[in-house]
């Protein structure tokens, strides 16, 4: 069975400061993994996707992450945060033959000006 | 339309009551999803559709919940007699090519049931 484990419910940065969201995955088989972005009231944004071609993978808005099959990890960076990363970022790995995305219960990501 | 339209934005409902949630994905897409997402929780699959095909719906947490795609579009999400426990938020979300994930899935801004 396929699932994620989100390391940190809450992170708090102080701006211009790197960004470290760790997620750590199980999966029986070769994973896709993602990150969702959740700003409040709007709906889930791709951040990134690992679909098993580059370990590491650039996504929108200079985040990163990189996949680490020997440590099962897919951890989220950015170099420098800016107050509007203020959200709630998801770690997925996708379920099974349907398609289905399992979800990380998520951290909330808190930048000080 | 441009994105994954989700209606209504915000419903409270009695409980014992029926309830129904619309989603309109984006035109064309093949697959469609629902999610439930209590708070503070990330989002747990609760049905998929290819088309108007319901291919799986292992999520439904009861008999009580009920998915439609009669025609491959539209889709409902039907609660019937709510509890406590279904107040979430419902997501709806849409993808181009079946189960590709490298198509990438649209999700709708959801709605959020308030069952008092």
Redesign the interface.
Known sequence: AQSVTQLDSHVSVSEGTPVLLRCNYSSSYSP?LFW?VQHP??????LL?Y?SAATLVKGINGFEAEFKKSETSFHLTKPSAHMSDAAEY?CVV??G??????????TKLSVKP | GA??SQSPRYKVAKRGQDVALRCDPISGHV?L?W?QQAL??????LT?FQNEAQ??KS?LPSDRFFAERPEGSVSTLKIQRTQQEDSAVY?C?S?LG?????Y??T????TRLTVV
């Open positions: 896709s969702y009231n709007k709906g889930l944004q791709l996707k679909t998801f996708s379920g033959s349907q398609g289905n995305l399992i979800f990380g219960k998520g | 994105g994954v697959s999803f999610y503070g929780q990330g989002p747990e699959f998929y291919l799986d999520g997501l979300a993808s079946g189960t590709n994930l490298n990438g899935y999700f709708g801004s959801g």
